[in-house]
């Protein structure tokens, strides 16, 4: 036994005895190494850790009750529906002295999507653009096509010359159309019929040309040269780029946000309404919040946070990478997702059927 | 006592068929709703009157949307050709177990269970990394020269079908093996004695007696292929139209559960209707 793992367990010993339980779904790939050993050791609390790939799974689980987890980390968009049904308690801000570290820019912007920041802070932040393979992609569109806009997957012509090494489009109908919709310079929000259609419609133009559908499959495959392009997650398809440079396979990725502006995202910790431990949430939420830990957490997955007091500890590599912190003119073109309407959502998912098989 | 051990069974049914198939049923004659859970309830009291809200509609959105009948004629279609293949894959290997000497015998069982020692979903995901374009069937089949583009297997309905005779043609030899094992060894030799040629005695003699074998076996790689999901998310490309993708749909990303449920019964009817009949059809015969 080494003399830190003593020291630990004497430090936790007198904790013990008042051994307290966290139970933490968070999204796969989206925390750093040691940020719950860390507060282990410091609480004694012993923290349960599960992870999930689709906030539909996360709504699933919510909605059917009883879920014995304390934390849970759905997008916003998701969030704020599953308060409406009821699904979570009011965040405590008197126990969790760090809520001021947050940067209230942020959390006015969030607050479209959950009224006076009841229930959510948020975890990371995302955007959902094309990530792309630079060798294989300049050698089939040539030197000077424009790889900075979504033209590089949404213009039939680019989709058919990338069609040979492989591209990936995120399996979520919400992400997807609002993506096409921003393209074809319609409200990326719109719950209108005729607008539905013609996203779908440019969606169709391209999908002889894709070669599957899926929501982290593509991180892999970037990585080893398997697919060339993929509408993925910031952070994603960043960790794929990561991963590539570590293995020196000599593949590069690139991760852009297009010119045309792209979805931000929010990936909130809420707590739901029968958390068994509530306090060991507010209590992980206030050692989240202290600048080191979420700084730590950004290195580690290449997404932004929203920790005002966070941002001069981040690395340079990922506060300087314009595909994780957005600057200021990148900013104003980017939209959010709005929760949608459950007869929208059908429209909604019958024209993402029609799309993926023809019916 | 007799009784009790004759009741078991039918405990077990009710406990574990009959409850969640009336849960279900319960839940797709009701009304989706944003709430804990995400429909509304069938029985409310409103002014000491008790109403019951019966909601057919489900049934009849099912009804006009051709996508429905689309996807269980697909499923239905991709589980009889597994069945098939794995009926003609799986008779040869079951014959040959059958016929082997007792100690070899039971190695060569062995390795049919032998698969099931690691999980199911890994077994599925080995086979991604078999028939990706990086993999290995596409660079060995490069490396030896018969092909010089890789191909495409993984995300196409070859790969489906692949994976699903690959997980299930166990099931299909086991009951097979059952049947063809107590075979008498006898009833061949007197064909042989009476001039059959082998075809002749395998078509008369060995086919119609291992036909219980057949049928079990069938039943157990068909009745799980129709509904099944995780192979064709894992192995299908996005066109491959199965029940299992379009009921995760209804119940994931439309959080319709009653239209989710209602589509599980109707599933559940296009089962039962069919393996009922055969049995009738069965039973018939034997009397």
């Given at each position: 036994?080494?003399?830190?793992?003593?020291?630990a367990?004497?430090?936790?010993?007198?904790f013990?005895?008042?051994?307290?339980?966290?139970?933490?779904?968070?999204?796969?790939?989206?925390?750093?190494?040691?940020?719950?050993?860390?507060?282990?050791?410091?609480?004694?609390?012993?923290?349960?850790?599960?992870?999930?790939?689709?906030?539909?799974?996360?709504?699933?689980?919510?909605?059917?009750?009883?879920?014995?987890?304390?934390?849970?980390?759905?997008?916003?968009?998701?969030?704020?529906?599953?308060?409406?049904?009821?699904?979570?308690q009011?965040?405590?801000?008197?126990?969790?002295?760090?809520?001021?570290?947050?940067?209230?820019?942020?959390?006015?912007?969030?607050?479209?999507n959950?009224?006076?920041?009841?229930?959510g802070?948020?975890?990371?932040?995302?955007?959902?653009?094309?990530?792309?393979?630079?060798?294989?992609?300049?050698?089939?569109?040539?030197?000077?096509?424009?790889i900075?806009?979504?033209?590089?997957?949404?213009?039939?012509?680019?989709?058919?010359?990338?069609?040979?090494?492989?591209?990936?489009?995120?399996?979520?109908?919400?992400?997807?159309?609002?993506?096409?919709?921003?393209?074809?310079?319609?409200?990326?929000?719109?719950?209108?019929?005729?607008?539905?259609?013609?996203?779908?419609?440019?969606l169709?133009?391209?999908?002889?040309?894709?070669?599957y559908?899926?929501?982290?499959?593509?991180?892999?495959?970037?990585?080893?040269?398997?697919i060339?392009?993929?509408?993925?997650?910031?952070?994603?398809?960043?960790?794929?780029?990561?991963?590539?440079a570590?293995s020196?396979?000599?593949?590069?990725i690139?991760y852009?946000i297009?010119?045309?502006?792209?979805?931000?995202?929010?990936?909130?910790?809420?707590?739901?309404?029968?958390?068994?431990?509530?306090?060991?949430?507010?209590?992980?939420?206030?050692?989240?919040?202290?600048?080191?830990?979420?700084?730590?957490?950004?290195?580690?997955?290449?997404?932004?946070?929203?920790?005002?007091?966070?941002?001069?500890?981040?690395?340079?590599?990922?506060?300087?990478?314009?595909?994780?912190?957005?600057?200021?003119?990148?900013?104003q073109?980017?939209?959010?997702?709005?929760?949608?309407?459950?007869?929208?959502?059908?429209a909604?998912?019958?024209?993402?059927?029609?799309?993926?098989?023809?019916? | 006592?007799?009784?009790?051990?004759?009741?078991?069974?039918?405990?077990?049914?009710?406990?574990?068929?009959?409850?969640p198939?009336?849960?279900?049923?319960?839940?797709?004659?009701?009304?989706p709703?944003?709430?804990?859970?995400?429909?509304?309830?069938?029985?409310?009291?409103?002014?000491?009157l008790?109403?019951?809200?019966?909601?057919?509609?489900?049934?009849?959105?099912?009804?006009?949307?051709?996508?429905?009948?689309?996807?269980?004629?697909?499923?239905?279609?991709?589980?009889?050709?597994?069945?098939?293949?794995?009926?003609?894959?799986?008779?040869?290997?079951?014959?040959?177990?059958?016929?082997?000497?007792?100690?070899?015998?039971?190695?060569?069982?062995?390795?049919?269970?032998?698969?099931f020692?690691?999980?199911?979903?890994?077994r599925?995901?080995?086979w991604?990394?078999?028939?990706?374009?990086?993999?290995?069937?596409?660079?060995?089949?490069?490396?030896?020269?018969?092909?010089?583009?890789?191909?495409?297997?993984?995300?196409?309905?070859?790969?489906?079908?692949?994976?699903?005779?690959?997980?299930?043609?166990?099931?299909?030899?086991?009951?097979?093996?059952?049947?063809?094992?107590?075979?008498?060894?006898?009833?061949?030799?007197?064909?042989?004695?009476?001039?059959?040629?082998?075809?002749?005695?395998?078509?008369?003699?060995?086919?119609?007696?291992?036909?219980?074998?057949?049928l079990?076996?069938?039943?157990?790689?068909?009745?799980?292929?129709?509904?099944?999901?995780?192979?064709?998310?894992?192995l299908?490309?996005?066109?491959?139209?199965?029940?299992?993708?379009?009921l995760?749909?209804?119940f994931?990303?439309?959080?319709?559960?009653?239209?989710?449920?209602?589509?599980?019964?109707?599933?559940?009817?296009?089962?039962?209707?069919?393996?009922?009949?055969?049995?009738?059809?069965?039973?018939?015969?034997?009397?």
């Amino acid at each position: 036994m080494t003399r830190t793992t003593l020291a630990a367990i004497l430090i936790a010993a007198p904790f013990a005895a008042q051994a307290q339980e966290l139970n933490f779904y968070n999204w796969s790939d989206y925390i750093a190494e040691d940020t719950i050993p860390n507060f282990e050791a410091e609480t004694g609390t012993n923290v349960n850790y599960d992870v999930f790939d689709s906030n539909e799974v996360v709504e699933a689980k919510l909605l059917a009750g009883s879920t014995g987890y304390d934390l849970v980390v759905p997008s916003l968009e998701f969030m704020a529906r599953q308060a409406q049904a009821g699904v979570f308690q009011p965040i405590d801000r008197t126990k969790i002295p760090n809520y001021d570290n947050l940067d209230p820019e942020i959390m006015r912007i969030v607050s479209a999507n959950d009224e006076g920041n009841t229930f959510g802070i948020p975890w990371m932040m995302y955007s959902v653009g094309p990530g792309y393979n630079v060798d294989m992609v300049t050698q089939r569109l040539g030197e000077d096509a424009n790889i900075d806009s979504w033209s590089i997957v949404f213009d039939p012509e680019n989709a058919e010359k990338l069609a040979d090494c492989g591209i990936a489009l995120l399996d979520s109908p919400t992400e997807m159309t609002a993506a096409a919709l921003n393209y074809l310079g319609l409200d990326p929000t719109s719950e209108d019929a005729g607008d539905l259609e013609q996203a779908t419609e440019l969606l169709t133009s391209i999908r002889p040309h894709i070669r599957y559908f899926h929501s982290s499959q593509y991180i892999n495959d970037l990585a080893n040269g398997d697919i060339c392009l993929a509408i993925g997650y910031s952070g994603d398809i960043l960790q794929a780029k990561d991963r590539a440079a570590d293995s020196g396979n000599g593949v590069d990725i690139r991760y852009v946000i297009p010119e045309e502006g792209a979805q931000l995202g929010f990936d909130m910790l809420a707590i739901p309404a029968d958390a068994p431990n509530p306090d060991a949430a507010h209590a992980f939420i206030d050692h989240f919040l202290r600048p080191e830990v979420t700084a730590a957490i950004s290195d580690a997955v290449f997404y932004a946070n929203a920790n005002r007091e966070a941002t001069e500890l981040v690395a340079d590599e990922v506060r300087t990478d314009p595909g994780i912190y957005p600057p200021e003119a990148t900013l104003q073109k980017m939209y959010s997702a709005k929760p949608h309407s459950a007869r929208y959502d059908r429209a909604l998912t019958r024209a993402w059927t029609s799309l993926k098989t023809g019916l | 006592m007799r009784r009790l051990v004759a009741a078991l069974p039918l405990m077990w049914l009710g406990l574990f068929f009959l409850v969640p198939f009336l849960v279900l049923l319960r839940i797709s004659v009701s009304e989706p709703a944003i709430a804990q859970p995400p429909y509304l309830p069938l029985f409310e009291w409103a002014d000491g009157l008790l109403t019951m809200t019966l909601n057919l509609g489900n049934y009849i959105f099912l009804a006009e949307d051709p996508l429905y009948l689309f996807s269980y004629l697909s499923s239905l279609k991709i589980a009889a050709v597994s069945t098939l293949i794995a009926l003609l894959l799986g008779y040869p290997m079951a014959y040959a177990i059958a016929r082997a000497p007792t100690g070899r015998r039971n190695l060569l069982l062995m390795l049919v269970i032998l698969p099931f020692w690691t999980s199911f979903l890994l077994r599925v995901y080995a086979w991604i990394g078999l028939l990706k374009a990086n993999g290995l069937v596409n660079n060995v089949l490069l490396w030896l020269g018969v092909i010089d583009q890789p191909l495409v297997i993984l995300q196409t309905d070859f790969a489906v079908y692949l994976g699903i005779v690959y997980t299930y043609l166990p099931f299909m030899i086991l009951p097979l093996y059952a049947t063809l094992s107590k075979m008498d060894g006898d009833l061949l030799e007197a064909a042989a004695d009476l001039g059959a040629r082998p075809a002749v005695t395998f078509l008369t003699v060995t086919l119609p007696l291992s036909m219980p074998g057949v049928l079990a076996g069938s039943m157990l790689v068909f009745i799980p292929a129709v509904g099944e999901y995780v192979i064709p998310a894992l192995l299908g490309g996005p066109g491959t139209l199965m029940i299992g993708s379009v009921l995760w749909n209804e119940f994931f990303l439309n959080r319709d559960w009653p239209v989710a449920a209602a589509v599980a019964i109707v599933m559940v009817l296009v089962l039962a209707l069919p393996i009922t009949l055969l049995r009738r059809i069965q039973a018939q015969e034997e009397s």
